[in-house]
């Protein structure tokens, strides 16, 4: 309701008379209710209220209903409270509406105190009008004696500025072009007529009068990136400002010709270029007057910026320490070195803990060791070195001594420390892993990073593993390592055009070697992750580029293919992605190989639907061989483990999923139509497997699921029951082993150490154990395990339902199944058969149209005699292939190329049943976009460009989201509608080619979002952020989540320094009496039933335990320091997080974080499975000398428990105990 206002006296302020009303409103007659209200004051017109007039006298009150206006002005207390200002103020009802904007605010937004915002406004007013004038910029070197080595500098005098960006909390430097002087300035004022005549009238003009618009160079920094910030006089008396940053600033150009800013790689200033990538951390600028720093830091604080320190650096200008020359010698050093040892050299430089003459000054060392002992070992040295710069950085600053006495004592450590181990790298004895080398690369550098151990794909191991290195991973991100993200104010996609495309379509050059793009996977290609090689020659292929490994994979226009598939870059590259989905190979010998039709129904529309798209199958023997191959057989819990009936696969051109048919027999499978994408050129029998489906999944609601839920009638308080019992659970962890382990199996946590599984067993007899109160590793480590949940229950709503299942679909290939119907068997892992009865809600991820849920009929046991009785395909749900529309494809566009389903049993669980029940949705297949010629990898590059700021899922997803939250509609509101369909076409583009046009997403209702869509950085009571009384809002502030730390962290452990004798010494000298160890103790009683836990212990097996450790200790310190959410060069997880595979720091962008943990989390599985493999010995070890290996590496970790890794290195010899003594029980059994 608006309330016109007359008569408001002249010197009363906006803010003053919401102050003063707020008394009013928010006091006794109105129940001291925080209304929320907004007040306005037309402004003056100059000839009639004079030039000081600061209003008109008149103004608007809107409240947001009308019983509130009511009273207001009805009630004749009101009169009686009003507050002096107010009195001579006439209130009477308006004759215009509210404006509907200003109403939806102030319903959905809380009261907020209005000085508070001037005090904004008049921190920005300073902020918009006030800079620093900067003589000279300079990027510097801080070498380690703590001088700053000047490495580039541009003198601007009189065309050089900071200013502080208030809304963006930005630093920003401006330079303008060269030559403006000349004339070439751009003026923009507010008078045409006071435009100055020529260039010289600049001068003459007041402060704070011009307004002027130049071509000039940018230099923006977050504050949030900038670590350490000084404002002082240096040794020469000159005014400078330093900061130290912890990422690259960004860097634009800013034409006034332009509507959007240029961005780019570096300062399109003189040679600016050379040292950006290597220089772009510290950053000093001078000016002309001291009492500019004075300025500086008022500013500063205006701001709310950092504290500005008062420290002096000493600065020297010839130092060069990335010089031109400096580069160029580099550069042809490394030219010499064998690959491998460049990349380490390159990678250290990259890094930003070197200079190059830093490098420059080991070379001839690792020049003798390379021709001494090899390339091998030299590409470890030059690693190991690495590794030590960097622990040596995260403990130290650079002010201590002289960078060559302390690069040469790190390279006589790295020497030491790398004498000790052998050259052989560690790899799983499963043999479809491979050390990667990865590159990430910034909009103004590239980090390297490898090698690393990572899952193989049938590209790389169809060539010799001494041509595996000629092969990168490459992946593109912005300046603080996130997805590039859209900016109205940056031309992102001519920036990503010129970034991007030019290492696509150029190459990549790294150590004097060039490398060609080749290709991507699917899920690589939504991280922006592609990989590119370099030529090599292999034994048996012979010279090999990235031309010929495209030519090796396939023919893409034979008879098989889609004719138009050359001629669609995207649906090319697609196919072509096939070979490079990480999977394992299982070489086993096919005996047949069967074609079957895909069983469809064309409906009386003309639209043709196929049941068994995606899905062919298989005899139970070739699924058992698979198993077989799959998982190390001297595993008991895999022994044991019933072999899965469903795999997803890739062979030579085909892919989908095999299920068992009984039928088949002997080493058989059946391919159909749908699954054959192209031909290939060899009669390669290798399957590869992308997935064995051999547990069921639990099942987890998630946000747009439960407002799809909602808005079709299921009530609040069914999720909010769900949720308490996650929280109940979540909390129950710290008091029982079980619990524990139950809720870490249920989010995925810890299962790289095999954590649950171990819990599990030390809570049952004969360890009867139920938690380790005294063991602080393991309390953090539960901890962090905790918080994760939490996390993940309140932004992502993940709340397990106890009694639903996902299961990965298949088809009835029988047809026993009648129209509507399904069949679902769960052999859970505890060996319990459950049959799923009666009417199933079933979906699948991501649910966005009203029709993506639906009740489908479960038939119960498997009928006698029937196809299911003979087979019934354990945790898959079987789908019938009767009817007028395949089941999966109304959810979602599903299919049985893999995809999971979630299924709610009714009668079990019947508060889920919704009480409407939509008609899935129908959309036209979206057209491919298609060239007139058949495409090149010149074509795909294009499409990889166009993906990076084109794809829009994401987007569509979360307007979608925030729109059924606005909307009294909900789902059902016709943009809600409208994005379910252009969210399909979204999904589609990695195939199509047919992006979305940005345009015709539907935008949000309002500008004010629901608070529980706020990033976590953000603190929601300082934005534009509402109460949301849908589902989502009541569960998300249902839980409170524990403090979590939002910046840089401090630096962890560095890893294992001792050497393999003092690690002997500390085992062998142990003593569990001088330090309480309940778990040392318990475990060691059941040892001893079967080894001496005293020894003496074989000296050769100790020493190869201590050296599994020591290399252990190396790569896990390495993993923690490269999949940390921050860009902070000292940044670390700590080892508890890589224990449980969480990452407890906050970010802006969730997607990331899960990105990271997925990173994390497979590689400390594949670095977890090397120890187990090694702690145990090869297969010629017998049981009883395997128990004495594992409890020799347990009491080594007990032994040296303060050192990095050593604790999480304990839990893997404490899962082998467990495995090796559930063997010797087993064999004496038997």
Known sequence: MEIFMQRVPPHVTETQLTMALASVLHGPLFNYKPINFHVCLFPPKKERHGPEAIHSGCGALTLPDETIGEIFLDDDAVDLELPPICRQIIFKYSSHPPRENVVQRIRLLPFQDPRIEETKRMKKSILDEEHVPINAVQFCWKCRDGVLSIEWEEHCVDRSRLRFDYDNREIRIEIDAQGFQDGYLYWRMLDNEDEPDDIDDYDDMEEGEEDIHVPANLIVIPYSTVEYVSAHLDDDQVPAIYMRLSTSPKYEFYNPSQTRRTKLSSLSIRDHFRVAPFVSYEIRLTCNDVYLLEKFRDLAETATFQNVSYDLFTVDRNRGRFSQTALDALDAYLKRFSWRVAFQLQGLLCSGLVDAKEVIEVLPALWNVQNKKGKLFAAQLAQQFWEEVRDRDSQATRDEDDSGMVLADLFASAERNLGETPVVPLTPTEGSHYYAFHVTITPTSMQLEGPVLDQSNRVIRRYHPDNHDCFLRVNFVDEMGLHYRFNREVNGPSFIR????????????????????????????????????????????????????????????????????????????????????????????????????????????????????????????????????????????????????????????????????????????????????????????????????????????????????????????????????????TQDATRSFKAAAQLMDSYGLGTAYCIPSILLRLSKPPFNMTSLLDDGFYQKMLTHAMNHVLRLLKTKAAIPVPGAWTLVGVADVHKQLYPNEIFAHIRTLGGKNIYLEGPVLVSRSPTIHPGDLTIVHAIGKPPKGSCFESESLRNTVVFSVKGDRPIPSGLGGGDLDGDTYNLIPLNDLPEFRPKTVVAPAEYSPVPKKLLDRPSTMDDVADFVVEFIYSDVVGIVANNWLIIADQSEEGISDRDCLELAEIHSQAVDYPKSGKAVDGRSIPRLKHENRPDWSAPETVDIRKGSYYVSHRAIGRLFRAIDLPAERSGPRPPSQPKCAQSVQELVENSTNFNVENEPDELYRIVEEQVEQYTNTSGPFDGDAMNEIVWLFKRYSYELHNICCTTTLSRHRKSQLTEEEAVVGTISEKTSQPRRRIELMSKLRERTTRLAQVQREGIEGDDIVDVQKRLDRCWMAFQLAKANKSEFGAQSFGWIALGCILDTIEEIEEESES
Request: with cysteine; charged share 25%; net charge positive.
């Open 498 to 729: 010129d970034r991007v495309g030019t290492f696509l379509k150029s190459g990549l050059y790294i150590a004097g070697r060039k490398f060609d793009f080749l290709a991507y996977s699917q899920s690589a290609l939504k991280d922006h992750s592609v990989w590119f090689v370099k030529p090599f020659k292999d034994p048996k292929y012979g010279e090999v580029d990235a031309k010929t490994i495209i030519q090796s994979i396939g023919d893409f226009t034979g008879p098989k293919c889609d004719p138009s598939l050359i001629y669609c870059p995207a649906r090319y590259a697609a196919r072509l992605s096939q070979a490079f989905t990480a999977t394992d190979a299982v070489n086993v010998e096919v005996e047949e190989i069967l074609m079957a039709h895909d069983i469809e129904v064309t409906t009386p529309t003309g639209t043709t639907y196929q049941f068994t798209d995606g899905v062919g199958t298989m005899s139970d023997e070739l699924a058992q061989a698979i198993w077989h191959q799959l998982k190390p057989s001297k595993k008991p819990g895999c022994r044991r483990k019933p072999h899965p009936k469903a795999y997803q696969i890739r062979f030579r051109g085909s892919k989908g999923m095999l299920s068992v048919d009984y039928k088949l027999k002997g080493m058989a499978m059946t391919l159909r139509p749908s699954m054959v994408k192209f031909d290939t050129h060899e009669d390669d029998m290798t399957i590869e497997i992308a997935r064995a489906f051999d547990r069921p999944n639990y099942y987890f609601l998630n946000r747009p699921l439960i407002m799809l839920m909602e808005d079709l009638g299921v009530p609040y308080s069914t999720f909010k029951k769900y949720q308490d019992r996650a929280v109940k659970e």
